[in-house]
């Protein structure tokens, strides 16, 4: 599977389809069902299901149960900070867990590797979210629809 879910973190895979969902949200004037946020991302059901929940969790996504029911934003896209969705979904710093993953235990260098290069990924994780703090999901979709 190519989408894993790693202690209270995520891959940052579920943040593009995250973000496609909201946007998905946005163009639309009703709620829509996860079978309809799947289809249109190529994701399963019940995976749009999980990749759902922590957007509804922070306040970004409503849901509404039922025959009829689904998702739809909980407020205008435009006060959507992508930086909020990132946030909402805990993504794993994936730089962070590179170079510890791929570090032998027997490295000679490794202990002095590992906090240094902590270091620079925490940085790099605040620059990230200091960029995605700029960004809307409707600043999103506009930039999308402005493509050739």
Same mark, same amino acid.
């Given at each position: 599977m190519d989408f894993v879910k790693e202690g209270n973190s995520v891959s940052p895979r579920w943040f593009g389809l995250a973000l496609q969902a909201l946007v998905i949200l946005m163009d639309s004037d009703h709620v829509c069902s996860s079978t309809s946020i799947a289809d249109n991302t190529n994701a399963g059901v019940t995976f749009m299901r999980r990749v759902m929940a922590p957007l509804v969790k922070a306040n970004i996504v409503k /849901? $509404? &149960? =039922? $025959?009829? =029911? =689904?998702? @739809?934003? /909980? #407020?205008?896209?435009? @006060?959507? #900070? @992508? +930086? &909020?969705?990132? $946030?909402?979904?805990?993504? +794993?710093n994936p730089l962070s867990a590179a170079l510890d993953e791929s570090l032998d235990e027997n490295f000679p260098h490794r202990q002095d590797l590992c906090p240094v290069f902590a270091q620079i990924a925490e940085r790099a994780e605040e620059q990230i979210l200091k960029l995605l703090d700029e960004y809307t999901v409707a600043d999103l979709a506009n930039a999308q629809s402005r493509q050739p």
């Open positions: /849901a $509404r &149960e =039922g $025959r009829d =029911g =689904g998702y @739809l934003l /909980a #407020k205008p896209a435009n @006060l959507i #900070k @992508l +930086s &909020e969705v990132y $946030r909402a979904l805990q993504v +794993s």
